[in-house]
Each structure stands twice: as structure tokens, then as C-alpha cells.
């Protein structure tokens, strides 16, 4: 009784007076208090015809994990209603036109007077919420109307999974709620079976398959055509970068002699390409063209590019399929913001650097830990590491490789979760 009651009389009050405050500074947290109950009164959503499936994410990496379980359920069981909420506005925004999800939603902020009012209006059957997003009241409450509830892609909350004493106790409490847990890995599995909490079972993570589907995509389907850069060119690709990022690229290119120079090319892809961004990353560079100038050019002219420049990615949407023509792959993020996904760029097989902070993602930690991810702390380190994917260092290669088998090794996995679901819930369909 005391952790709910911590819980509803200081957490929650504390969560809605930050709300208050973000509300007059922040358009997108403005617009999603504004909007969740709108949502929910919509007209077709009163009327339940059908077995309804209520999914959780958080943002759009969490969404992109639950896609190919959704698309499997909806290629064998079309009538089953899914709802995917949301709590990041972005995430929503980027998503609301999914076409696979029923009802996009807002999770609202978890009083148990919303949650009330979400559920009523929601009428879920069975609920499952994707890697973390661990609201106490909304889960209680679940457990109280009896729904069942799963959590797939569940990995050990925390940063590098050092977590105090009394957040141990919390989720304890909480992750004892769910019916099954699925984690993406053994290491993921023991957290929670020494906690402990049951019904836990070691898997991947389901997003998984669309990353080996997206990369056998932009393999057929390259963006740039890398045959237009000189024979024995490596071209590096600096996937959602920052500027501790890109500075700390440049200073090492510029730090090698001119021959290696000229055989190594930077593609950038910033986190923000914004035309102050763009701007200003220009100015470090000796030549450098934007992606849209490559694209709007004759092939005569891109090659010309392509042998004297790097580029830059003024758009966004492109990185997956930039990968495909990388050698190297630095992934940005690691310098503060936290590291982009390595898990992307891990299933073509390719080397791959990060910055010395990369503990907010289980990827980068496992793959750092089978040396299939190198962490990076100053110019010197990347130097040496360009020079050894531009002399194919063995050691090197083959430690890509080992990142690219964790990613084949799930192929699959989405397609169980939904067919255990499916199972789950047969009697009910009938």
C-alpha cells in the first residue's frame, strides 16, 4: 500500500505540475494534452464490433519494434481492432498515418481518473506495451478488469542496468503485473528472474525483421550509386549525427596524410539537418555538397562529386538506405543526446563506431561487449579506426560480422510473437 500511495500523492502531482509548465514552452506536449481525449471520442471508436488489441509504445523506436508483429497479426487476423497509443508527441505525429494501426491514441498522464476514463472509452481485450513505459496505475488497473497483458522486447530498465534500490522495489511491483515478459536477450532474462518476477522468456527484439527486410531493400534499391566513387574509395557514413560528432570526424580525416585522405569519404547524416546545421557543417569542410545537390545533378557531375566531396544529407528519411553503400558506419549520439540505433546499420555486416557514452541503448552495450561496436572517446581513436576499415584490418571485419548474426539470428521472432498472440486469444475469436 505504500508505493501506490508515494506513487498518487507526490509522483503524479509533481508529473502534472511539470505538465503545467511545458504546456506554456513546449507547442507538441501543448497539443498532446489538448488532444488525447479528442481522440478518444471519436465516434467509430464507441461502437466495438471487434476483438480489440491495445498496444503502448512510447516513441517511434519503441513503434518500429512493434510494426512487423502488427502487420503479421493484420495479414491473418484483418478484423482484429488495434490501437496504438503513444505518450512522445513526436512519436504520434510521425505515426498517425500508419495504415496497419486502427486508432492512433495519446496514453494519457496515468491518475487513475485517466486511466479510468482511457480504458472506458478504449475497451481493450488484451493489452501489450513494447520495452518500457512502466505506468503503475494504468497496469493496475488492467489487472483489475482483467485484461491480459504482455510486454514484449523488455530489457533491463536503467542506465548500463545500474539501478537503485528503492526503483527495484518499483518494478518489482510493476513487471510482476504483466502476464509474460519477453526479453531480447539471456542477460535481459536474469534481471528479471532475480528481481523476481515470472512468466519471463528470452527472445530478440522483434524490429529485427524489418531492419533485415529494409537492408535487403536498400541493397536493390541504393540511393547513391557507389560505383560512381573511385575504385578503393571507403566511404563512411555518420548516421543521425550531432556536432561533438562531426567535429570530432573531421579533426581526425584532417589528422591523416593527404593519400588516405583521398580515400575516404564522409557521408553525413545529421540528427538535425536544419540549414544552420547544414550551414555550419559546410564551413569545416573543405568541399562538401548536400545530397539534394547530388541528387539534381547529371551523372557526369555526381561523380565528380562523389570523387572530390562528402556529402550531406539535407533530408530525412535516407539513413537505413545510405547504410547500404557504407563501409564504416560512426553512430551519433554518443557525445550527450544518447546513441542513435546500432542495430540498423549492424545487419549489413559492416564496422561500426560509436562515442564513449552508449548506455542508454541494450544494442550498443551487447555489441560493444562482442567488439562488434567500437567506442570511440577522441580524434586519434577514429583515425586509427578509419585506417583499419580502409585496410580491411581482419580483426576488424570479422568482428562486423558478429553484429550482423545477432540481427539474423531474431529473423522470425515478430512473426512468433504474433502467432503466440494469436493462439492466446483463438478461443475468443471463435
Same mark, same amino acid.
Given at each position: ?7 498518487n500523492?507526490i !509522483? ?13 514552452f +513546449?507547442k ?9 481525449k479528442?481522440?478518444?471520442d471519436q465516434?467509430e471508436?464507441?461502437n466495438?464490433?471487434? !476483438? ?11 513503434f518500429?519494434q ?13 478484423e ?9 508527441p513526436?512519436?504520434f505525429e510521425?505515426q498517425?498515418?500508419?495504415?496497419n494501426?486502427?486508432y492512433?491514441l ?11 476514463? !482511457?480504458l472506458?472509452?478504449?475497451?481493450p481485450d488484451f493489452?501489450?506495451f513494447?520495452?518500457?513505459?512502466l ?19 523488455a ?12 526503483? +527495484?522495489?518499483?518494478? @518489482?511491483?510493476? %513487471?510482476?503485473? !504483466?502476464?509474460?515478459i ?6 535481459h532474462?536474469?534481471y ?14 522483434t ?6 527486410q529494409k ?7 541504393p540511393?547513391?550509386? @557507389?560505383g560512381y566513387?573511385?575504385d578503393?574509395?571507403?566511404v563512411i557514413v555518420?548516421g543521425?549525427?550531432?556536432?561533438p560528432?562531426e567535429?570530432l570526424?573531421i579533426?581526425?580525416?584532417n589528422n ?8 575516404i569519404? %564522409? ?16 564551413s ?9 545537390q547530388?541528387l ?6 555526381q561523380?565528380?562529386?562523389?570523387k ?5 544529407v ?14 564504416g558506419?560512426?553512430i ?5 543526446a544518447?546513441?542513435h540505433s546500432?542495430?540498423?546499420p549492424?545487419?549489413?555486416g559492416i564496422?561500426?563506431a560509436c ?7 541494450t ?9 562488434a561496436l567500437?567506442a570511440?572517446?577522441n580524434?586519434n581513436e577514429?583515425?586509427q579506426?578509419m ?7 581482419p ?8 553484429a550482423?548474426v ?5 529473423k ?5 510473437i ?7 486469444i483463438?478461443? +475468443?475469436?471463435v
Amino acid at each position: 500500500m505504500i508505493l501506490p500511495f508515494i506513487y498518487n500523492i507526490i !509522483f503524479i502531482p509533481l508529473i502534472n505540475i511539470l505538465g503545467f509548465f511545458l504546456r506554456l514552452f +513546449n507547442k507538441k506536449y501543448n497539443s498532446r494534452q489538448t488532444q488525447w481525449k479528442q481522440l478518444l471520442d471519436q465516434k467509430e471508436l464507441k461502437n466495438k464490433s471487434s !476483438f480489440r488489441l491495445w498496444i503502448h509504445v512510447s516513441s517511434m523506436g519503441e513503434f518500429e519494434q512493434i510494426k512487423p508483429v502488427i502487420e503479421q497479426i493484420k495479414t491473418e487476423k484483418p478484423e482484429i481492432c488495434i490501437l496504438v497509443s503513444f505518450f512522445s508527441p513526436s512519436g504520434f505525429e510521425t505515426q498517425k498515418n500508419y495504415k496497419n494501426a486502427d486508432y492512433k491514441l495519446y496514453l494519457p498522464i496515468d491518475s487513475k481518473r485517466n486511466i479510468r476514463y !482511457f480504458l472506458d472509452k478504449v475497451q481493450p481485450d488484451f493489452a501489450i506495451f513494447v520495452r518500457y513505459e512502466l505506468w503503475l496505475n494504468t497496469l493496475s488497473e488492467l489487472n483489475i478488469r482483467n485484461i491480459p497483458l504482455w510486454l514484449i522486447c523488455a530489457t533491463i530498465p536503467g542506465k548500463n542496468g545500474k539501478i537503485p534500490t528503492i526503483l +527495484n522495489f518499483y518494478y @518489482k511491483r510493476v %513487471f510482476n503485473l !504483466f502476464n509474460n515478459i519477453f526479453t531480447t536477450s539471456e542477460e535481459h532474462t536474469k534481471y528479471f528472474k532475480a528481481l523476481p518476477v515470472l512468466h519471463v522468456e528470452t527472445g530478440f527484439d522483434t524490429r529485427y525483421d524489418r531492419i533485415l527486410q529494409k537492408v535487403d531493400q536498400a541493397r536493390t534499391e541504393p540511393i547513391i550509386n @557507389k560505383g560512381y566513387y573511385p575504385d578503393g574509395t571507403v566511404v563512411i557514413v555518420l548516421g543521425s549525427s550531432w556536432e561533438p560528432d562531426e567535429s570530432l570526424a573531421i579533426e581526425a580525416w584532417n589528422n591523416l596524410d593527404n593519400k588516405l585522405q583521398q580515400k575516404i569519404k %564522409f557521408i553525413f547524416v545529421p540528427h538535425e539537418p536544419t540549414i544552420s546545421h547544414i550551414l555550419s557543417l559546410q564551413s569545416k569542410l573543405d568541399s562538401a555538397f548536400t545530397l539534394s545537390q547530388y541528387l539534381a545533378s547529371e551523372a557526369s557531375i555526381q561523380k565528380l562529386i562523389l570523387k572530390e566531396s562528402h556529402l550531406i544529407v539535407d533530408s530525412i528519411g535516407h539513413l537505413l538506405k545510405l547504410y547500404a553503400i557504407a563501409d564504416g558506419a560512426y553512430i551519433g549520439g554518443a557525445f550527450g543526446a544518447g546513441i542513435h540505433s546500432v542495430a540498423e546499420p549492424a545487419g549489413y555486416g559492416i564496422p561500426l563506431a560509436c562515442g564513449k557514452d552508449y548506455y542508454n541503448s541494450t544494442d550498443a552495450i551487447h555489441f560493444e561487449r562482442i567488439s562488434a561496436l567500437r567506442a570511440i572517446s577522441n580524434d586519434n581513436e577514429f583515425k586509427q579506426w578509419m585506417i583499419d576499415v580502409l585496410e580491411n584490418d581482419p580483426e576488424t571485419i570479422d568482428n562486423a560480422k558478429l553484429a550482423a548474426v545477432v540481427i539474423k539470428n531474431g529473423k522470425g521472432y515478430a512473426k512468433y510473437i504474433a502467432h503466440l498472440f494469436l493462439q492466446e486469444i483463438s478461443k +475468443n475469436l471463435v
